[in-house]
């Protein structure tokens, strides 16, 4: 197993070395820095200062080397639109996007698994074609279409839920929560859907396929002929095969929602570190947009890693193959 995990660490330091290099080249073919911060009226001995002072004019290398060092660090300098810390920026504004990934997480498991299991055992009803139907919105739509349309029905028509924004914060000083109230829950309820349908349907239609495919080995059938009840079979025996392959699944479902986040945000003005990245790209501000990649990076790599080492635990024959 400590191989195993060897393998994955350094295929995980692989890919935060080239996102690394990445963003260090948002420096220097993103726009002129300078210009950003001091505008265009700004002296050419004022411009010089400022590039000496952000070390613009060494070598490449060293460039990237401080870069490196500064990352490591957690540190990505002041934005220029803000002029603030890039890192207590995103601190601010981690919290907001952690809980609604989590929110969609749980929605997007917790229905996935739950219907993709029904779908699976009664795969003939008409309420399974009807549940594999309407989840084909959860793909073909795109996310800003999903959202848009339930602010519509449910903000502006049945003014059942707020349209934008994040309300009922509860300050913990480290931690800015909104699931301790029920203007937080309100308020987060859209954006979650909008942000777990495309998941939900993923994990539901593979869930379903997994599900079809263990119903018909050998082993089911030998179950069935030792005369174990249908509940048995399906949960104690198929639903433990059927959600090994699920677990891979899970990690990418988390991480995408991660990515897919910028959009939800954006629809829903949700103020998180994807609402943040759009502005950011819309004013050129290079340190958040630097930050952000590292940042999304990061967590890739984490529950990746995580998702890895628990499907070694859980599949056997990982082990086995070496």
């Known amino acids: ?21 990445v963003s260090f080249s948002l420096f220097n073919f993103v726009g002129d820095p300078v210009n950003n911060m001091v505008g265009q009226d700004a002296t050419r001995e004022q411009r010089v200062e400022i590039r000496q002072q952000l070390g613009l004019d060494d070598p490449i290398p060293t460039q990237y080397t401080r870069f490196i060092g500064n990352m490591l660090k957690a540190d990505f300098g002041l934005s220029y639109r803000i002029k603030r810390p890039v890192d207590d920026l995103i601190l601010e504004r981690l919290p907001a996007t952690l809980e609604l990934v989590f929110v969609s997480a749980i929605i997007s498991l917790f229905l996935g698994i739950t219907l993709g299991i029904y779908t699976g ?3 003939n009803s008409w309420s399974s074609r009807i549940i594999l139907s309407s989840s084909l919105a959860g793909v073909s739509l795109p996310t800003f279409v999903i959202g848009i349309a339930l602010i519509y029905l449910f903000a502006v028509h ?7 924004g994040r309300s009922g914060t509860v300050d913990f000083g480290w931690w800015k929560t909104s699931l ?43 179950a069935r002929a030792r005369g174990l009840t249908e509940r048995a079979i399906n949960f104690r025996h198929a639903l433990r095969n059927t959600l090994v392959p699920v677990i891979t699944i899970i990690g990418l479902n988390i991480g995408g929602l991660i990515a897919f986040s910028v959009v939800t945000e954006t629809v829903f003005q949700w103020p998180g570190t994807g609402l943040m990245f759009i502005q950011a790209v819309d004013f050129v501000d290079v340190p958040i947009m630097a930050a952000y990649l590292v940042l999304v990076a990061l967590l890739f790599v984490i529950i990746n890693l995580f998702v890895d080492i628990l499907y070694f635990v859980v599949d056997p024959r990982i082990r086995l193959g070496g």
């Open 1 to 21: 197993m400590l191989s195993f995990i060897m393998k994955r660490l350094a295929q995980s330091l692989l890919v935060m070395a080239i996102v690394s290099a």
């Open 121 to 123: 055992i009664r795969r």
């Open 158 to 164: 049945l003014r059942w839920l707020p349209s934008s």
């Open 180 to 222: 301790l109230t029920l203007d937080g829950w309100r308020s987060i309820v859209l954006p979650a859907v909008t942000l777990s349908l495309f998941q939900l349907t993923l994990i539901l239609r593979l869930v379903r396929a997994e599900m079809l495919e263990v119903m018909r080995t050998d082993f089911i059938k030998f």
